[in-house]
């Protein structure tokens, strides 16, 4: 079943309140789990044969030389699980240019589905413990994540070292500010560590949204299903000399932004919110 057939009563069927008439949200059919099975073994092939390769090569031959093999993970990894993707980019957008990428958080792939959207190297900011996941977690240390500890305040001064360190080369820093996944496709509130961070560094925020990421997987489930996925990165917004009021000002500005992406896909469907 596509989204558009879906009806009302199979969305109301499969979730409570006022759902979007996504795809995850209907309950999993037999065909639904066979290809969910076959995408998670192509996905985890892949990983197994590529990331390997790729963080000794991070490690070896340095960051930059290893873009092709990391935008090659990228590429396959994204086919593998039958993500169908296309790129929106504001012009204003500079190749040369460092920039925080706030993104909205659906699932797991986040990262590969914007790592190719513009030439910037992005480095995401992962919870230390992350680092430990086999494959994933050692190529992510590789090719040099900015670390945080779960729950321990007083970090920001490390963080900001660590990031500084990288756009001080021109490399970009993600981040998913609502700190979690969403639990009903829409964006959640934006937490402003992250704009701090961008201030403090004086580099701008490119608002950047997933539409379509919650047809393919939500949070709680582990069925993967074949999506169209929509990046859109928007125009920078510049950080530099603002106060921490207008920081917080800055939050609620990119999440409005990244809410009416979202928002708009799913009235474009009929939702009603």
Known sequence: MTTAEMTQGDVEASTVGNPVPARSL?????????????????????AA?????????????????????????????LKAV??????????????????????????????????????????GVELEEHYKIPLYGWFMKARGGIA??????????EVLAQAKKSTNLGRGILVFPEGTRTQDGRVGRFKTGSFFI???????????TAVGAYDMMRKGSLIVR??????????PIETAGLSDDEVATLAERVQAIVGERLDDEWRSRGWKG
Do not use: E
């Open 82 to 123: 039958g993500i169908d993707w296309h790129y929106v980019v504001d012009p204003r957008v500079d190749p040369k240019q460092a920039y925080l990428f706030a993104h909205n958080h659906t699932h797991i792939f986040d990262f590969l589905l914007l790592h190719n959207a513009t030439p910037h190297y992005k480095l």
């Open 198 to 208: 961008a201030r403090d560094l004086g580099i701008p925020v490119c608002p950047v």
């Open 226 to 235: 074949p999506a169209k996925v929509t990046m859109y990165v928007d125009a």
């Open 148 to 157: 945080v500890k779960r729950g321990q305040k007083g970090q920001s001064a």
């Open 49 to 77: 044969v590529i990331l390997p390769i790729t963080t000794f090569g991070c490690l070896i031959v340095g960051l930059d030389r290893m873009m092709p093999f990391q935008r090659l993970y990228t590429w396959g990894g």
């Open 26 to 46: 209907l309950p999993p059919t037999l065909w639904d789990r066979v290809v969910s099975v076959w995408l998670w073994s192509a996905s985890i092939a892949w």
